[in-house]
T-cell receptor, first 113, second 112 residues
């Protein structure tokens, strides 16, 4: 039973346009959400996070939106650059739990020059 | 700069062999984790540890064991490697109570 779902395995976007990656979760106990970026043959690197007390967090070209009632979050990248091409993983956790992160299946983003 | 180091980038092992994957972190983190990444399945938690000599099963512990004798080192052991354990293995660490986990570069294990 996947508690964190990324329903789009891939996404292609033109350079300079907006990339929107989506993530849904089912466990209402999750209260902290993260996005990781992964290049081939490398470990995931942390990108941006959001606590459930917020509905938006912004860091440069990256913005994460959280809709708690819909149990949905999204990552916006604007403008998209070819170097953003990677697999993006959504992850969720319950604060205070040592168990750490539950990951989605990932979305391969390709930014076309 | 934070660092999680996995002992091998690539490994090829034979079916039935005992396999050790080593992970070291230099950040004095309490928590350490082992995940495997497979296409279409994302990252799945195998085992985690929140203290020295403490371990907890994750979602897919079957066929694996772990060892944490020192705070900085967390080992994943495949008792008898099988072809369905061919995968990318990722080690991570984090501070207690913090959300962000830091990952190693991964070990691509092939069991033939």
């Amino acid at each position: 039973d996947q508690q964190v779902k990324q329903n789009s395995p891939s996404l292609s976007v033109q350079e300079g346009r907006i990339s929107i990656l989506n993530c849904d979760y089912t466990n209402s106990m999750f209260d902290y959400f993260l996005w990781y970026k992964k290049y081939p043959a490398e470990g995931p690197t942390f990108l941006i996070s959001i606590s459930s007390i917020k509905d938006k967090n912004e860091d440069g070209r990256f913005t994460v939106f959280l809709n708690k009632s819909a149990k949905h979050l999204s990552l916006h990248i604007v403008p998209s650059q070819p170097g953003d091409s990677a697999v993006y993983f959504c992850a969720a956790k319950i604060s205070g739990s040592a168990r750490q992160l539950t990951f989605g299946s990932g979305t391969q983003l390709t930014v076309l020059p | 700069d934070v660092k999680v180091t996995q002992s091998s980038r690539y490994l090829v092992k034979r079916t039935g062999e005992k396999v050790f994957l080593e992970c070291v972190q230099d950040m004095d983190h309490e928590n350490m984790f082992w995940y495997r990444q497979d296409p279409g399945l994302g990252l799945r938690l195998i085992y985690f540890s929140y203290d020295v000599k403490m371990k907890e099963k994750g979602d897919i512990p079957e066929g694996y064991s772990v060892s944490r004798e020192k705070k900085e080192r967390f080992s994943l052991i495949l008792e008898s490697a099988s072809t369905n354990q061919t995968s990318m293995y990722l080690c991570a660490s984090s501070l207690s109570g913090m959300g962000e986990a830091f990952f190693g570069q991964g070990t691509r294990l092939t069991v033939v």
